[in-house]
């Protein structure tokens, strides 16, 4: 069905990632419609291309466009300046008068993007934090998408990352490589609790976070737009039989709620795993005890858990935009296209 939530000035807003083309269309400062559509930009740009048709066609004509990137790091380009370069390219082509976003240098026009790539590249994260912080000034923005996580400290209304390209902020912890439905389950925890005994997990792509949260009922409709790890189904039944294989045993070989304690443990490991970086986070920028969690990205059901285990307020970041409830969630779990959008005068 198409959607171009109604007449006024547009502004569709883009974060070109690496498995996921995500859009927002803001008009007259109100999130209309927001959409995403997997993009597995490895396999190569024309995937792109096939996104942009999708989603165009969906959200319709714009009189502004702005993107964000995070998609320049898979091993389609020589490096992430290559990636930046063509990336703005197609963006340009795709959509007239792109501005593409800089992070802290601000919106810069396609044709100069090589000369900024350090500040574009993954600069998605900071496309959200800048909107937060003039929110809410003193904030933990926590961002855990398909396969990552973004764990951002906001003080006093502005951006207190300690880092800002990709390999700062993986050094600083900002910046966890673990999200709700792509991980690969054996990269979540060495060994689990199961039926008793802690059993090692395969090194083997036999199951994903999307098969653990799908059998916890954790993942909303939309949220895992991937292949599977064997190809087969995205039903509760398949899942739990990925699953088993992890541990090497067969699905009849526990009862229902024994897989879903199994499933619950990597669940419990991942969230621990985001626990530590959270806090040493908020060790290197302190915040007042009563600064909220504000939780986006299709995972917000681990970011409110985060939150509790913080003793913080949890806010959604879809309380904070200006969304009608139909688009909230979508709105929430595409964060940066939403903030782009509206940075740039949506």
Not at 130 to 138: K, N
Not at 141 to 169: K, N, Q, W
């Amino acid at each position: 069905m198409t959607s171009h939530g109604g007449a006024g000035k547009a502004t569709l807003g883009w974060d070109i990632g690496g498995a996921h083309l995500k859009a927002a269309r803001v008009v007259d400062g109100r999130i209309a419609a927001v959409a995403q559509e997997p993009c597995p930009l490895w396999q190569g740009l024309d995937k792109l291309d096939a996104a942009f048709d999708a989603l165009l066609a969906r959200l319709g004509p714009a009189d502004r466009h702005a993107a964000t990137m995070t998609g320049e790091l898979v091993d389609l380009f020589e490096n992430r300046a290559d990636g930046v370069a063509r990336l703005s390219t197609v963006a340009a082509r795709r959509c007239p008068g792109v501005r593409i976003y800089a992070g802290r240098d601000g919106f810069v026009d396609p044709a100069a993007a090589a000369g900024h790539a350090d500040a574009i590249a993954s600069a998605n994260w900071h496309a959200t934090a800048a909107f937060v912080g003039a929110a809410v000034p003193d904030a933990l923005l926590v961002d855990m998408g398909s396969t990552t996580t973004d764990i951002i400290p906001v003080r006093a209304g502005r951006v207190a990352a300690r880092g800002y390209t990709d390999a700062e902020r993986l050094a600083s912890g900002e910046l966890v490589y673990t999200g709700a439905t792509r991980t690969a389950l054996m990269a979540i925890a060495p060994a689990v609790p199961v039926a008793g005994t802690l059993c090692g997990v395969a090194a083997e792509y036999f199951a994903t976070m999307a098969d653990a949260n799908r059998i916890l009922g954790r993942l909303d409709v939309g949220a895992d737009q991937h292949p599977t790890a064997d190809g087969r189904g995205k039903s509760v039944a398949e899942s739990r039989l990925r699953l088993s294989r992890m541990v090497g045993r067969d699905v009849a070989d526990l009862d229902e709620a024994g897989w879903t304690r199994v499933a619950e443990a990597f669940a419990e490991a991942q969230v621990r795993r985001v626990h530590d970086a959270a806090a040493l986070a908020l060790s290197a920028s302190p915040l007042p005890a009563d600064a909220p969690v504000v939780g986006c990205g299709i995972g917000r059901f681990a970011v409110a858990e985060l939150a509790r285990r913080l003793g913080r307020p949890y806010v959604d970041l879809s309380a904070l935009l200006p969304v009608a409830p139909a688009e909230a969630a979508r709105a929430a779990s595409c964060a940066p296209a939403v903030a782009v959008a509206l940075l740039a005068g949506g």
